[in-house]
């Protein structure tokens, strides 16, 4: 019987110490476990830190990975959810000629229907703004495109879990909710 094969968003908080992200990239690698996406930043709790990582792997995969990670002294907890678990959005920007802003009318009409935002305008370039799901980022791309994309950058996944994870009950803070 084959395992089932999930979609996981890890939360790690952390005290943001030199050299934790290797140590961290490390057991996913020893585990040939590709990351498809990583975005670290403050968390909700002063000085504690949070990566997100995303992950396609078993269900029994990641309980061993969460059990390894949790080792690292630096760690104070590590959590995995599904999708279904949590709610996410990634940002991306895209550059674009402002040739083409000015001469096709019809790439204002996908910047709104897109619900996008233009964020600067220059001589040369425009960018947009998107916040979205990871289809959402990837359609306006496809549809921006034709019109002479300069460059393109999309962040990793951000995400709260719908379920308190109370890592401020696991500090002694009490304040998780």
């Known amino acids: 019987m084959t395992e089932k094969i999930n979609t996981y968003t890890i939360s790690i908080y952390t005290e943001n110490n030199i050299g934790l992200l290797n140590r961290i990239s490390a057991i996913f690698l020893k585990r040939h476990i590709n990351i498809e996406s990583l975005t670290t930043s403050q968390s909700e709790i002063e000085n504690i830190f949070r990566f997100v990582i995303v992950v396609t792997i078993s269900d029994s995969k990641i309980k061993r990975i969460i059990k390894q990670i949790e080792k690292q002294i630096e760690v104070i907890a590590a959590f995995s959810h599904t999708d279904k678990e949590t709610i996410f959005l990634e940002t991306a920007l895209y550059k674009v000629k402002s040739k083409s802003l000015f001469d096709e009318k019809h790439i204002q009409k996908i910047i709104k229907e897109s619900q996008a935002n233009i964020v600067t305008v220059s001589p040369n370039y425009f960018v947009i703004e998107k916040t979205g799901w990871r289809e959402e980022t990837e ?18 996944r951000i995400s709260v879990s719908k379920e308190a994870m109370n890592i401020s009950n696991i500090l002694g803070l009490n304040t998780d909710k």
Request: hydrophobic share 35%; net charge neutral; proline share 6%.
């Open 139 to 156: 359609k306006l791309y496809d549809s921006l495109e034709p019109y002479g994309l300069l460059q393109f950058v999309r962040s990793g």
